[in-house]
């Protein structure tokens, strides 16, 4: 299995998030796509780090941007998450990356590991774990957009997935997750990830404090 971040001008907590996944699984392959929104040169500050962590990089143009970086419950993470894993998947597609793909947000960590073991213990086409929006429209199931895990090979036909002005949760319930019933692909959910209760494998934050914080109480090291 591949771990895939994203990475939109939020590198340190990236950094720390990749840091909990290397120690608790240094043989897993990492990358990560750096979004820009003039040139790779943004970064080159950073690029070190990963590169010490092993980290394979690769970069795409920024193509929506709002002013907010993280856009969190706002229709606007619509473009911004889906531009992320759509970008994710071309990737995948192009260098023909086989087998899983995690496809993480910048601030998912992991204190245990539990969510990863049990991603790479079962099979499946699509992984998701459980949010709910404070939207209309709701499909029946509603995904948390910060992590989800697919074959990329075996979902060609559903992605790309359109990007639009909606509560990510609804936009991926009815685009991506009863799309995928619809083929007959096979779908689990993610138990250690449901609803804001991630079951002690790292904590739902926006907050890099939060996040080093949990790191220290469970013995990760992290630069």
Not at 80 to 94: A, L, Q, S
Not at 164 to 184: D, N, S
Not at 195 to 216: M, W
Request: a negative charge; charged letters at 25%; aromatic letters at 14%.
């Amino acid at each position: 299995m591949v771990i895939f971040y994203k990475n939109y001008k939020r590198s340190e907590r990236t950094l720390l998030s990749i840091q909990s996944v290397r120690h608790l699984f240094p043989e897993l392959e990492i990358n990560c796509l750096f979004l820009f929104d003039k040139k790779p040169s943004e970064y080159n500050d950073v690029l070190p780090q990963f590169s010490k962590l092993g980290v394979n990089i690769f970069f795409d143009k920024k193509t929506y941007n709002f002013g907010n970086p993280s856009a969190e419950g706002s229709k606007y993470n619509g473009f911004y998450f889906t531009e992320g894993v759509n970008k994710m998947h071309d990737i995948c597609i192009k260098y023909d990356i086989r087998g899983k793909v995690l496809m993480v947000d910048e601030d998912h960590f992991f204190t245990t590991g539990d969510t990863i073991k049990f991603l790479l213990q079962h099979d499946f086409d699509l992984a998701v774990g459980k949010w709910t929006s404070p939207g209309p429209n709701r499909p029946p199931f509603e995904p948390n957009a910060s992590i989800i895990c697919v074959k990329p090979h075996n979902m060609v036909d559903i992605f790309p997935i359109p990007a639009r002005e909606e509560y990510v949760e609804i936009l991926w319930g009815w685009e991506l997750i009863e799309k995928a019933k619809r083929l007959g692909r096979n779908i689990v959910q993610i138990p250690t990830r449901v609803e804001a209760n991630f079951f002690g494998d790292g904590v739902h934050t926006n907050s890099i404090e939060t996040i080093k914080e949990e790191l220290t109480k469970h013995n990760i090291p992290y630069e």
